[in-house]
């Protein structure tokens, strides 16, 4: 499983507006000048945005893109869901029609794997990657340790093959 451009992109454009919009609406041109990013891809990628209610557009003089909610609202998984970037790292795209239109064997591993990337993703927000670019540091995430016999671990974290 790969996460492309759109969605490293995305997130970048969006950590530099949450960056820069205490000082008014940031312009696409501010955005790919400082990333290097094509603005005719911002467009695309903010009119995505902008649909999923994430960022609000503002015309005229003085115009740009604000956020739509508080960057401790907004998490990297509704930044990467809005450019509908897929999370999965199955081989069939979650449809379990990986073998013989069904699920392969280790199925369930590359699912489990998505759902973790997900939960990942969504519990870093924007102001944490804020406040970790301010630092210079990565945002600190509470992981949960899945090993048996570990804390938080499920009580059998293998389902039964019948």
Partial sequence: MRLTTKGRFAVTAMLDLALRSAAGPVTLAEIAGRQKISLSYLEQLFGKLRRH??????????GGYRLALAPEQLSVADIISAVDEPIDATQCGGKENCRDDGKCLTHDLWAGLSDRIFDYLRSVTLAELVAAHRTGQAPVVELRDYRPGRRGAPADPLPAQG
């Fill in 53 to 62: 209610d994430l960022v609000i557009s503002m015309r005229g003089p003085g």
